[in-house]
C-alpha cells in the first residue's frame, strides 16, 4: 500500500488518501456514516503540574486514540500527529474490509471521496497552529477528523481506578475500591449487571424485560493512557460481541451492592460513570473476576447488626474497636497448624474474611472505628475504599519495621478531622522531652528500658470536632500494647508514655478535650495495666513490675491526672482462641465528660464456640469487637 502525504496550512491538517480504492472506500463509508450519529467526545486530561496533557478519543473506525503531548507543544504539531494516527487507523480498516469482502470492486473504480481535514475548532473559528496545546484545548472546543466531529472536554470526571473484590459471597456487600479524577463518589452513577444464566436471555431480550448489555457494550476512553501515549486499546471496531450477556440488576444504582443467593454461580459487572455534580465523565465497565458464591450461613455479628442497624442520632457517639486479625499472621502454616489447627483453611484465606469483616465493619453504623492488625494493603485496597462507601474516612499508622498498624476511621457527616498526634512509643520515649522524668525512672532498669525501646508499638491519636457542634471536640486514641504474656512491665510503661502524650495533647494543645482511648491492650482486668488506667495510678510493688522474672523488675510508681472507665465494662473474653480466652479489648471514656448509653450486646458463648474457636468460617477475627453509644455530659 502507498504511503500518504500529509500537508498543513494555518491549523488544518489534510489527509491525502494513498492509491488504494480500498482505503478512499473506506473513508467514504465513514464520511457517510458521520453524517447521521451524534457528536463524538474527545477527552483531555490537562493539570497544571504536569508537562504534558493526553488526548483521548475514538477514530469512526471503531479504534481507540490516546496520546500524550507536551503542553507548551504548537497546536499543529499535535493535529499532525493526529492526522498521522486517522491515517494508520483507517488504512489498517480498509486493509482488513478488503480482506473479507468477495469480489471487491477493481482497483481505481470507486470515487475518491473528499480530502478528510483535521482540525480544531472553538467558538465557531478555527485555533491556529501556533497556539500552545495548554491553550488549544479548551472545554467546548470541537474536533474535526474528516467529517467526524468531537466534542472536546477538557478534565472531565475520570475513573482512575476500579477494582472489585477478588472473592464475592451472596449476602455479603461487594465494595468496588474506586479512584476519581475531577469527581467525587456522590454524584457518579453506578450500575450493575448480572450474567445471565444460559438460556435465560435468548436473542438479546433478557428475562422479565430487563436491559442487557454484552460484554463488549461499552467500550470506554481509559483515563490512563499508556506511557508511549499513542498506542489504541483497540483495533478491532467493535470487538467481538460473542460474549457472555449481561442484565441489569433493578434497583441496583448504588456504589456498593450486596448480590442475593440467585446471583451464586453467576459472575458481576460494574459500570461506572464518574461525575461532579455539574456534568458526567466517560464510564469504565468491569467484571468480577469469578462467579458469586454460597455464603457461610449465619455469623457471629448477625445479632449484633439488629441494634446498631441505624447510625446513632446527632447527640450520641457509636466507638467500635476491633483487633481484625492482621494477614500477616492469619495466613501462615503456623497459623493453621499450632495457632488456629481447628479453623478451615479457607477461612483463614485474606479474601475470604475481607467479606465477613466489610459486612461485619459496616453493619455496625459505627461513628468511631478503632481497628488494630490492619496490613497496610488491607487498609488502601479494602478497608478504606469499602468504609469509605459507607460514610467513613480513615486514618492510618504503620508500625516500624512491621507489615500491619492502626486504623481510625470516623463519620464524615458527624466529625471532621483536626489534627493528628500519633506517635510511636519507643521513639516518644527516646526523645519526647515531656517523657524525660519516665527515662530518668527507667536509667535505673536498663534491661527494662532496652526492651521497650526496642518494640514496635504506635499510638494513633486524632482531634476531631462536631459538624453539628462545633464547641464539641473529641480526642480519638487507639493502641495495641505489647503482646506477650510476661511482658506486663512493658504494657505498663508503654501506657505511661501515653498517658502522658494524650495528657500533653488535651492539656497543652487542646485544653479540656475529652479522651476516648480504644485498643488491643493485651491486659486482662487483673493486671497492672488496667489498674494504672482505671484508678489513675499503680504502686511500685504490684506484681506486673516483675512479669518477666527479677531480672527486669521494675518497681516504679506511676499515676496520670485523666479519670477514665471501661465503657463496655468487663466482659467475660474479647479474645477466644483454642488455648485463651479473656478480655484483653477495651474502649476506655473520659467520664467526666461522656457517659455509656447502651453497650452493645457480645455474641452468646454458643455463637462464638459454634466451630470451637475463633476465627472460623462464620467470624474473620480472633477477636470480638466491643461497641457501645456514648453521649456527651
Not at 475520570?158 to 468496588?176: K, S
Not at 454461580?265 to 461506572?272: A, P
Not at 519507643?426 to 526492651?451: I, K, N, S
Request: aromatic fraction near 8%; proline fraction near 7%.
Amino acid at each position: 500500500m502507498g504511503r500518504g502525504r500529509l500537508s498543513g496550512r494555518g491549523s488544518m491538517w489534510r489527509l491525502q488518501p494513498a492509491g488504494s480504492s480500498a482505503l478512499r472506500g473506506a473513508w467514504a463509508r465513514i464520511s457517510a456514516r458521520a453524517g447521521t450519529e451524534t457528536m463524538e467526545r474527545a477527552v483531555v486530561r490537562c493539570v497544571p503540574s504536569e508537562p504534558k496533557l493526553s488526548l483521548s478519543f475514538a477514530l469512526a473506525d471503531g479504534s481507540h486514540k490516546h496520546m500524550q503531548r507536551d503542553q507548551s507543544e504548537p497546536l499543529g504539531r499535535a493535529l499532525s500527529r493526529i492526522a498521522t494516527n486517522a491515517l494508520k487507523g483507517h488504512a489498517k480498516a480498509a486493509a482488513r474490509k478488503g480482506r473479507r469482502a468477495a469480489g471487491a470492486e477493481p482497483a481505481g473504480t470507486a470515487a475518491s471521496p473528499a480530502e478528510p481535514v483535521v482540525k480544531l475548532y472553538y467558538r465557531e473559528e478555527a485555533v491556529g497552529d501556533d497556539v500552545l496545546n495548554v491553550d488549544a484545548w479548551q472545554d467546548g472546543a470541537v474536533l474535526q477528523i474528516g467529517d467526524v466531529k468531537y466534542k472536546v472536554e477538557r478534565n472531565p470526571p475520570a475513573v482512575t481506578e476500579l477494582q472489585l473484590p477478588r472473592y464475592i459471597m451472596a449476602g455479603f456487600p461487594v465494595c468496588p475500591k474506586l479512584g476519581l479524577e475531577f469527581g467525587e463518589p456522590a454524584s457518579s452513577v453506578f450500575r450493575w449487571y448480572r450474567e445471565a444464566r444460559p438460556g435465560a436471555a435468548g436473542g438479546g431480550v433478557a428475562a422479565a424485560g430487563a436491559p442487557i448489555a454484552h460484554a463488549s457494550g461499552a467500550n470506554p476512553v481509559p483515563a490512563a493512557p499508556p506511557p508511549d501515549g499513542d498506542a489504541p486499546a483497540s483495533e478491532e471496531p467493535g470487538a467481538s460481541s460473542a460474549g457472555p450477556v449481561w442484565v441489569e440488576v433493578g434497583g441496583a444504582h448504588e456504589r456498593v451492592f450486596t448480590p442475593s443467593n440467585a446471583d451464586i454461580g453467576l459472575r458481576l459487572k460494574l459500570r461506572c460513570t464518574p461525575g461532579n455534580g455539574q456534568r458526567l465523565g466517560p464510564s469504565r465497565e468491569l467484571e468480577s473476576a469469578g462467579p458469586v458464591e454460597a455464603g457461610p450461613g449465619a455469623c457471629t455479628f448477625d445479632q449484633r447488626h439488629m441494634y446498631t442497624k441505624r447510625v446513632s442520632g446527632d447527640a450520641l457517639l457509636r466507638a467500635v474497636t476491633y483487633n481484625v486479625l492482621a494477614d500477616v499472621y492469619a495466613h501462615t502454616e503456623h497459623s493453621r497448624a499450632v495457632l488456629y489447627p481447628y479453623c478451615a483453611p479457607y477461612a483463614l484465606g485474606l479474601d475470604y474474611r475481607l467479606n465477613l469483616l466489610q459486612k461485619e465493619l459496616s453493619g455496625y453504623s459505627a461513628d468511631v472505628l478503632c481497628l488494630q492488625e490492619v496490613d497496610r494493603s488491607v487498609f488502601h485496597d479494602s478497608l478504606a475504599p469499602a468504609l469509605d462507601a459507607f460514610g467513613l474516612q480513615g486514618l492510618f499508622r504503620l508500625k516500624q519495621h512491621q507489615h500491619e498498624g492502626l486504623a481510625t476511621f470516623f463519620r464524615r457527616d458527624k466529625f471532621r478531622l483536626l489534627a493528628q498526634h500519633d506517635i510511636a512509643y519507643h521513639q516518644a520515649l527516646a526523645t519526647d522531652p515531656v517523657h524525660g522524668p519516665l527515662l530518668e525512672q527507667l536509667a535505673r532498669y536498663p534491661q527494662a528500658r532496652d526492651r521497650v525501646l526496642q518494640r514496635s508499638s504506635a499510638l494513633q491519636v486524632s482531634i476531631l470536632q462536631s459538624t453539628k457542634d462545633p464547641s464539641k471536640k473529641i480526642c480519638v486514641a487507639n493502641t495495641h500494647l505489647y503482646w506477650h504474656p510476661r511482658g506486663g512491665h512493658i504494657r505498663l510503661i508503654q501506657m505511661a508514655v501515653a498517658l502522658t502524650h494524650l495528657n500533653h495533647v488535651t492539656q497543652d494543645l487542646y485544653p479540656g478535650v475529652p479522651v476516648l482511648f480504644c485498643g488491643d491492650f493485651n491486659s486482662t482486668p487483673s493486671t497492672g495495666m488496667y489498674t494504672f488506667v482505671s484508678t489513675g495510678s499503680v504502686s511500685e510493688d504490684h506484681e506486673d513490675w516483675a512479669s518477666n522474672g527479677e531480672e527486669e523488675r521494675c518497681n516504679m510508681s506511676l499515676s496520670h491526672p485523666f479519670r477514665l472507665k471501661s465503657a463496655c465494662g468487663e466482659p467475660a473474653y474479647t479474645n477466644y482462641v483454642g488455648g485463651f480466652h479473656g478480655c484483653l479489648d477495651y474502649i476506655f471514656i473520659d467520664f467526666t465528660a461522656l457517659e455509656v448509653e447502651q453497650v452493645i450486646p457480645m455474641p452468646s458463648h454458643e455463637e462464638v464456640t459454634t466451630h470451637q474457636a475463633l476465627p472460623s468460617v462464620s467470624h474473620p477475627s480472633d477477636h470480638i469487637a466491643l461497641i457501645c453509644d456514648l453521649k456527651w455530659k
